[in-house]
């Protein structure tokens, strides 16, 4: 079985890494950490204006139908700039909550605006602190309207509207879009400013029900295929994180020899790169699962989940431990990508989460 991307889908990452080199410098991402602006506007619609954000999303409802592999290479490039915009808010998340409960006027209705990058959304689904849980949901939609509160919400202070996970009448979850227009909003600070995170006091908002049953499951489905697109996010980061290291190895000098010819740090190079192909090994098995719908996705979602995490925290600790004393500095650019890695292993649930789901499907299937 061939796991690689086509031709085309190379030639798209290949356009979508010299656009991003250009467009996504670390001075915009810098721009978000220094509170300039919440997120880069201008990458943002000519994101837009090239289809991006409506990769996955068909035709028939305003996007480019690229297709999740597509959407997995965009994913990657992302991740290897750290791009400060609300993409998996709106896409891997928002946008596929509505293409996998949305009827089809609601469809139609939402999944345009998202796709030309006119509306900004977010998937609320945390009340505090903790991993995803179905007993964690208080939040209720009673008569059409929404009172709780969620926390923490990416790009909540941003979005102008949310997928919610809350509890109907008769105390069912189910998935709800909200209007953000008149909700309490609050910045929560954290460690990745160039990604907005905030907190949202519903009282009484107007909320507009999903068309699904059984809410909880079809948030589990968006959260695995997140998980995926997520995970080549991460692996852009390491990736990015490893060349970083390998290019400051080369050419800083240490007695007389670059430090890269030094036994510790080639031993350092080498377990980040060990981890990274581990990662990216996984990830390609997830696209496959993503695009084709595969049985397998669950199981590749909790793998990548893990490795892509796993891999990306080591490479971004260990760049900023191979640039020594000069990489803990704000003037260089190491600890963009430590920031993301810390955001993005926390954005799903944490490790922990993911590996005991992890073993939990194991276990399902070796027992069948």
């Keep these: 079985m061939n796991f690689d991307f086509s031709d085309d889908l190379k030639q798209l990452r290949d356009q979508a890494r010299r656009f991003l080199t250009e467009q996504c410098s670390p001075s915009v991402v810098r721009r978000s950490?220094?509170?300039?602006?919440?997120?880069?506007?201008?990458?943002w619609q000519a994101m837009a204006e090239m289809g991006w954000i409506g990769a996955a999303i068909p035709e028939e409802y305003g996007g480019a139908g690229l297709g999740y592999e597509g959407l997995c290479v965009l994913a990657e490039e992302m991740g290897r700039v750290v791009a400060p915009v609300p993409f998996a808010s709106t896409t891997y998340l928002?946008?596929?909550?509505?293409?996998?409960?949305?009827?089809?006027a609601q469809k139609?209705?939402?999944?345009?605006?998202?796709a030309d990058g006119s509306t900004i959304a977010c998937f609320a689904l945390s009340e505090g602190v903790g991993n995803p849980d179905p007993a964690a949901i208080r939040a209720r939609v009673v008569g059409g309207r929404l009172s709780g509160t969620k926390w923490p919400v990416a790009d909540?202070?941003?979005?102008?509207?949310?997928?919610?996970?809350a509890r109907d009448e008769a105390g069912e979850i189910a998935?709800?879009?909200?209007?953000?227009?008149?909700?309490?909003?609050?910045?929560l600070r954290t460690v990745d400013p160039s990604n907005d995170?905030?907190?949202?006091?519903?009282?009484?908002?107007?909320?507009e029900k999903l068309s699904c049953a059984n809410g909880w499951a079809v948030v589990q489905r968006v959260m695995d295929r997140a998980a995926i697109l997520i995970a080549f996010e991460q692996v852009g980061g390491a990736d990015a994180s490893l060349r970083m290291a390998c290019g400051y190895a080369q050419e800083r000098f240490a007695f007389g020899r670059p430090i890269g010819s030094f036994q510790a740090i080639k031993h350092k190079l080498a377990d980040m790169y060990v981890a990274l192909e581990l990662a990216r090994s996984n990830a390609y098995f997830g696209a496959w699962a993503l695009?084709?719908?595969?049985?397998?996705?669950?199981?590749?979602?909790a793998t990548v989940r893990v490795s892509a995490t796993e891999a990306y925290h080591l490479a971004s600790k260990e760049n900023i431990q191979t640039h020594g004393g000069i990489g803990f500095t704000w003037a260089v650019d190491c600890h963009l990508f430590y920031r993301r890695s810390k955001n993005l292993g926390l954005c799903l649930g944490g490790l922990p989460f993911w590996k005991n789901r992890l073993v939990d499907l194991l276990e399902t299937r070796n027992a069948a």
Excluded: N
């Design 197 to 207: 995170q905030a907190r949202l006091d519903f009282d009484g908002a107007a909320a």
């Design 108 to 114: 139609k209705s939402w999944l345009p605006r998202l």
């Design 94 to 104: 928002a946008a596929e909550a509505i293409l996998l409960a949305g009827s089809e």
């Design 156 to 165: 909540g202070g941003i979005a102008e509207i949310a997928v919610v996970a």
């Design 33 to 43: 950490l220094d509170e300039q602006e919440p997120y880069a506007a201008e990458l």
């Design 175 to 187: 998935l709800y879009v909200v209007r953000l227009e008149g909700v309490t909003r609050r910045e």
């Design 291 to 301: 695009e084709t719908d595969a049985a397998e996705l669950p199981l590749a979602a």
